[in-house]
T-cell receptor, first 112, second 115 residues
Framework: SQQGEEDPQALSIQEGENATMNCSYKTSINNLQWYRQNSGRGLVHLILIRSNEREKHSGRLRVTLDTSKKSSSLLITASRAADTASYFCATVTSGSARQLTFGSGTQLTVLP | NAGVTQTPKFRVLKTGQSMTLLCAQDMNHEYMYWYRQDPGMGLRLIHYSVGEGTTAKGEVPDGYNVSRLKKQNFLLGLESAAPSQTSVYFC??????????????FGAGTRLSVL
């Protein structure tokens, strides 16, 4: 079963705008990761946030984690057409440290 | 720097045929994984391996078998393909847990159609 559920399923914005994607999960986690998938390609790791962290930045990416609400958000600032892709959250649960459980993804379209 | 390489990239099978998907990684990673991705869904774990000679079942293992005879290779087999196994298959690998925290590196995928 899917550990993470992402919201929205699809998001369309104009270049230069910010994009926010949300992820909710069900069980206690060790860390939460975000991956990006361009059409027809494999997934690429973007950022990891540990369960004891609340916010993390990497370039134009900002991830927040609220373990009390079992949710995370990914913010992409000043989006570009090249950011068009599917974005997935994935959790590493405390009981299954060697496995990632993926959400269903958000399809982001950035219009030029 | 190849990373994770999957072969073949595309395959069409008839129901009942068998095939093997090959995954090779050149990063000396201990952990390797096979996932399937269906339209509109995230990845679901089929089988995984925590080291050479070991394998374990994931979320959706039925109809698949795996082998990890060499550390760098992880094979996924379909003994008798069914239309429900039409999907895109991804292989991934991950390094030492203490260092990598299970950050996974993915291949480009194998698109399989079973008619």
């Amino acid at each position: 079963s899917q550990q993470g559920e992402e919201d929205p399923q699809a998001l369309s914005i104009q270049e230069g705008e910010n994009a926010t994607m949300n992820c909710s999960y069900k069980t206690s986690i060790n860390n939460l990761q975000w991956y990006r998938q361009n059409s027809g390609r494999g997934l690429v790791h973007l950022i990891l946030i540990r369960s004891n962290e609340r916010e993390k930045h990497s370039g134009r990416l900002r991830v927040t984690l609220d373990t009390s609400k079992k949710s995370s958000s990914l913010l992409i600032t000043a989006s570009r057409a090249a950011d068009t892709a599917s974005y997935f959250c994935a959790t590493v649960t405390s009981g299954s440290a060697r496995q990632l459980t993926f959400g269903s993804g958000t399809q982001l379209t950035v219009l030029p | 720097n190849a990373g994770v390489t999957q072969t073949p990239k595309f395959r069409v099978l008839k129901t009942g045929q068998s095939m093997t998907l090959l995954c090779a990684q050149d990063m000396n990673h201990e952990y390797m994984y096979w996932y399937r991705q269906d339209p509109g869904m995230g990845l679901r774990l089929i089988h995984y391996s925590v080291g050479e000679g070991t394998t374990a079942k994931g979320e959706v293992p039925d109809g698949y078998n795996v082998s990890r005879l060499k550390k760098q290779n992880f094979l996924l087999g379909l003994e008798s393909a069914a239309p429900s196994q039409t999907s895109v298959y991804f292989c991934a690998s991950s390094g030492n847990w203490l260092l990598a925290k299970n950050i996974q590196y993915f291949g480009a995928g194998t698109r399989l159609s079973v008619l």
